[in-house]
């Protein structure tokens, strides 16, 4: 469907003052993470502006940005929580509120989340809850069963759907939701299941709506995907993905649908976000970003004739086929220099069984060219896939070994998990390795950024192993990297001694993260106390 088309079909009638909120919730992490990567809320803040320009009254919740600075323990002391709490965002939603969106993204999350909801309905239990995103979408009959607090549920691409949902709850005489939408009917049976129907002109989409939230939380301690630039704004200049690796959900999220915005509209936004926002830096957030070759030699040769100097990077992840000498120099010079390649294993076979369609040996070639030339590159590996066998798994460990030698700056070695909504995620299920889903099975998510989550899906290797695999492989990798190059060494304990940090990759980037957060804290137990 078209932008234009859902305008006008779906539009606010005039005068309309029933108010739209649409929630990000607080941040949830393991007791014992040891990062937490925040970024600005784009799925609402793009749900926002398609609603605000069809005549809704549209606000945005921001839990995590709002109290950035802030980690509390959960009550029961299994995790770590990021931003307000409960009792904080439900004063924060207008009792006129008629509709209150609310961002699911992450599975790992549901737990407390759950949670926040059934708090939310019991405070204003009149009020309609619509529910989107990644874990709403793989998980909508779960979603709905385990917590029928939530009225709706939107799978997949949100903003059209969303849309013609609130003019249905708004307006329509009919009992029967949009397509997209998933309910329980008055029996509490499971009617839906659809996607959404994916945008056809992504050009006409409007640019999120920034002004909804406040947008300097996440400029003053320098949260970002990648590495801070202090005003750090993100930018999505696909949307989908055209690949169907069997360990992500995005197949199931977005289809294989790929879609490329004009090269001009992305650079119109980006000087938008500079002039509107005093943006240093743009973090693409895209699925895959690089895919065809004249797309970006077009973008980069786009960004020079504008005269724009800025930062851009890519710190999601990208593939290799596109990236020669004569790409990774003209992102370069554009100003490109910090890059993630995601080849999540360095064996072929093990490529090969997850349907990755990458050649190892042409993505080492990619970053041995994208160091040559100056580029900060991270490596993103993950071990342990259900079929995996310790020679897959030891080739990936001396992978790191190699990176390490060749200059590369960053590596994450990443422990397999099954995400609800991919192919390998309902392989487990049939085999009775995934339980019906509780909620052990989603703190075991929360392996990602712990090292004491122990949890093995690997048919062959247990979990002990493969943390002890995974703890090798970053450790040699970050052994070597130092002591083959001194000065990064240097520059880091300077930076945590002096306090006058300047990431220069992403290793140092979460250094500087903590001591951000450890001074934050400080202060503000000081302030507690002087109170």
Known sequence: MKIRDALDAFKAKPHEHRKIQLLRPFGVY??????????????????????????????????QGDAIDRMSKSPDGRYKMQGLS????????????????????????????????????????????????EHSTAMSEHLMKSCPHIDYVVSGEGELTLLELVHHIYYAQSDVAPSGVSYLDEVGQFIGGTLSRRIEDIDNLPYPAWHLIDIENYFIPNWSMGIGHSRNMPILATRGCPYQCTFCS?????????????????????????????????????????????????????????????????????????????????????????????????????????????KIGNLSESVRQAVKIGHTVKINLIIGFPFEGRRSIWSTVAFCVKMAVRGVDDCNVAIFTPYPGSELYAELCKEGRIPEPNDDYFDDLLIQFDFTILESYCRAVPGWELGAYRIMGMSLFYSLSYLLHPKRLIRTIY???????????LFEQRVFDFVVRRRLSKQQNDSNLDG
């Open 30 to 63: 393991s007791k014992n993470t040891y990062s937490a990567v925040v970024t600005p809320p784009m799925g609402p803040a793009y749900l926002a502006a398609l609603l605000e320009l069809a005549g809704y009254p549209v606000g945005i919740i921001d839990a």
């Open 86 to 133: 409960g009792e904080e965002i439900i004063s924060k939603i207008d009792p006129e509120t008629e509709v209150l969106g609310v961002s699911l993204m992450f599975s790992q999350e549901w737990p407390l989340h759950r949670r926040l909801i059934e708090d939310i309905k019991s405070a204003f239990p009149q009020m309609t809850i619509v529910a989107g995103g």
């Open 250 to 358: 995005n197949p199931f999220m977005w289809t294989t649908r790929y879609q490329m915005r004009d090269v001009s509209a992305v650079v119109d936004e980006i000087e938008f976000l500079i002039d509107r926002y005093q943006a240093q830096s743009i973090d693409f957030f895209d699925l895959t970003a690089i895919v065809k070759k004249d797309w970006i030699l077009r973008f980069c040769q786009e960004l020079n004739s504008r005269g724009l100097d800025i930062n851009w990077q890519l710190p999601s992840g990208t593939r290799s086929e596109a990236l020669d000498e004569e790409t990774l120099t003209a992102i370069y010079d554009s100003g490109c220099k910090f890059l993630v390649y995601a080849p999540e294993s360095a064996s072929q076979d093990t490529l090969d069984a997850v349907k990755k369609r990458l």
């Open 495 to 505: 930076g945590v001694v002096s306090g006058k940090f300047q990431p220069a990759n």
